[in-house]
C-alpha cells in the first residue's frame, strides 16, 4: 500500500520561500506520476506541478511556472516541491499525490489515487 508523507510547511512572507517534501512508502512502481495539488478555502484543489517516472519530465501550472520546482530522487522514495518568490495567493494547503496518469491529464485530481494528508503554506503580505 502507498502511504504519502508531507512536510515543510509554514508561514512565510511575500517573496520568501519553501521547501516541501513528501514521502512516498510502499509499492510505487504501478504509480507513473507523483504531483503536488493545492487547494485554497473555498476553492477546488489544482495541480501544481506533475515529475513522471519515464524520463523525470516536469510539468507546472501556469501560475507557479518559474517560481517552483519539482523533483524526486532516484528511487523515487521521496518528491520535493521548491517554491521561491512565494505570494499571498500561494497559500493553501499542499498535498502530495501518486497516481497512473497519461500524459495531459496531470491536472486531473480524479486521476490519482494516493494522497497525503496535506501540509499548510500561508504566505502574508
Known amino acids: 500500500q502507498v502511504q504519502l508523507v508531507e512536510s515543510g510547511g509554514g508561514s512565510v512572507q511575500a517573496g520568501g520561500s519553501l521547501r516541501l517534501s513528501c514521502a512516498v512508502t510502499g509499492d510505487i512502481y504501478s504509480s507513473n506520476v507523483l504531483a503536488w495539488f493545492r487547494q485554497a478555502p473555498g476553492k477546488e484543489r489544482m495541480g501544481v506541478a506533475a515529475i513522471y517516472s519515464g524520463g523525470g519530465h516536469t510539468y507546472y501550472a501556469d501560475s507557479v511556472k518559474g517560481r517552483f520546482t519539482i523533483s524526486q530522487d532516484n528511487g523515487r522514495n521521496t518528491v520535493w516541491l521548491q517554491m521561491n518568490g512565494l505570494k499571498p495567493e500561494d497559500t493553501a494547503m499542499y498535498y502530495c499525490?501518486?497516481?497512473?496518469?497519461?500524459?495531459?491529464?496531470?491536472?486531473?485530481?480524479?486521476?490519482?489515487?494516493?494522497w497525503g494528508q496535506g501540509t499548510q503554506v500561508t504566505v502574508s503580505s
Open positions: 499525490a501518486a497516481g497512473s496518469v497519461v500524459l495531459g491529464n496531470w491536472v486531473e485530481s480524479d486521476y490519482y489515487n494516493h
